[in-house]
């Protein structure tokens, strides 16, 4: 298991740091970046209004990014801590499957859930709050199968400290426990408790910790689930008959052989997370890929192990074969229809090229207002003042290679007309400064 875990999360730090090397991390490695970078000191990110990040999630987890921040020097620490903390939910897949099959067998199960392809995608996409889900979401299973009540209850305060989606989760998780162990009272306390937890954190986040921060601050979040009105949205919006929903379900179900739904115990503690994704009118919820799978993946890993358990107390052929038919699955998913997207995110190799640029980046200073997009702002989180809005920064960064738009005669000449001028050059990478007053010569 040791052996496992270690190659798991070495696979998915190797793909999470070329992504990253190549320019292909995401503006949310930078958000976060500044966030612990800022822990003690704001806590915000530019992308945020520089508002605190508690305002816009209920994440206080996030502080234990800040040491991997430090030690890394910016997004590679988190892209290292989020692989190894995805690939640490085989721990208890492992202990889940010890109870139900022989060790040989479970470390079997536990290789295919090893090779889930969403699971794959959390960990090697970009770096979210969600990354601590699946360990701990399948630790709260692992401790209600070996009634050990009190570890039930520390994994549901773990993850009421990860996202506000968990008030709800864990208030329906617990509620269902609660209605489903009259006889057990032992059992029936303990879910009564995590759905206290969850009720309880929401009490605290909203009712107080939000508006002693600042009561003015508006909670996006619901935008994802306000039918009535239909904003503009560059990810796309999904109609109620969208072929989005069935096609998610398929991706989450068909690597692992459809094994979760024979679980009579656990595949219902994946509804929460499930409902969160399909019952948003945004398409980016309803990619594979995108990171709010996490809220479900650890619960349905579990409910794949007690699924397999099922099947092979009715017969053993079927369950081999059952897990036989997922692994391939996983690896045919895997090789054709990647939720990592590799034509894309591991397009080519890193080269010196990358590497110098990165030096250009590291170069710029700290304190430093900066206007960069995307992919080169994740590069730039320890910088505090770097942005991906447009307000009259020092610099600006673009890659001419990546960013066509920047290049356009048009916004050359209006960077000319607000003075800048170029600086630096880094093959593609160009870095603009701006006098002050402006030089229109």
């Known amino acids: 298991m040791a052996a496992l875990y270690l190659a798991l999360a070495g696979v998915y730090t190797c793909l999470g740091l070329w992504r990253y090397h190549i320019f292909r991390a995401g503006v949310d490695d930078g958000v976060f970046t500044q ?3 800022g822990a003690f000191h704001g806590f915000s990110s530019t992308v945020g209004q520089n508002a605190n990040h508690l305002l816009v999630h209920a994440s206080p987890i996030l502080i234990v990014t800040v040491p991997f921040v430090k030690l890394f020097d910016g997004a590679p620490g988190l892209i290292v ?7 640490a939910v085989v721990f208890p897949v492992f202990a889940l499957a010890c109870a139900r099959f022989s060790k040989p067998a479970a470390l079997a199960v536990t290789l295919v859930a090893a090779c889930y392809p969403p699971l794959s995608a959390e960990a090697v996409g970009d770096f979210h709050e969600l990354a601590f889900a699946p360990v701990l979401g399948a630790a709260l299973v692992l401790a209600l199968d070996r009634r050990a009540w009190r570890w039930a209850i520390a994994a549901a305060l773990a993850l009421v400290c ?6 709800v989760a864990l208030a329906f998780i617990g509620g269902v426990i609660a209605l489903t162990s009259r006889p057990d009272p032992e059992r029936r306390r303990c879910g009564m408790w995590i759905a206290s937890i969850g009720i309880a954190g929401a009490i605290l986040y909203f009712g107080v910790l939000r508006p002693l921060i600042d009561p003015r601050f508006p909670y996006w979040s619901l935008h994802y689930y306000q039918w009535w009105w239909f904003p503009p949205t560059p990810n796309g919006f999904a109609g109620w008959n969208s072929a989005l929903r069935p096609e ?3 991706a989450a179900l ?3 052989g459809f094994l979760p739904l024979l679980s009579r115990r656990y595949f ?7 409902a969160e994704v399909m019952l948003s009118h945004e398409a980016i919820t309803l990619v594979i890929g995108a990171h709010y799978s996490a809220t479900w993946s650890g ?8 699924g397999a358990a099922w099947l092979a107390s009715q017969s053993a052929t079927l369950a081999k074969a059952a897990l036989v038919a997922a692994l391939g699955l996983s690896i045919w998913t895997s090789e054709h229809d990647s939720p990592i997207i590799p034509g894309y995110f591991l397009y080519r190799k890193s080269t010196a090229e ?12 700290r304190d430093a207002a900066i206007l960069a997009g995307d992919a080169i702002f994740a590069h730039l989180g320890m910088h505090p003042n770097a942005s991906i809005t447009p307000s009259g920064e020092e610099y600006v960064v673009y890659d001419a290679a990546e960013d066509a738009a920047w290049g356009s005669p048009a916004a050359r000449n209006l960077m000319r007309r607000e003075g800048y001028r170029i600086v630096r050059r880094q093959g593609s990478m160009v870095v603009l400064r701006r006098e002050w007053p402006p030089n229109a010569e």
């Open 254 to 256: 068909l690597p692992l």
């Open 248 to 250: 998610y379900l398929l």
């Open 299 to 306: 619960y349905m890993l579990c409910a794949f192990v007690d």
């Open 35 to 37: 966030v612990a970078n």
């Open 81 to 87: 801590l989020q692989a190894f903390t995805c690939a």
């Open 162 to 167: 990860i996202k506000e989606d968990q008030f």
């Open 354 to 365: 990358d590497a110098a640029k990165e030096r250009l980046l590291a170069s710029l200073p």
């Open 268 to 274: 219902v503690f994946t509804l929460p997370g499930l």
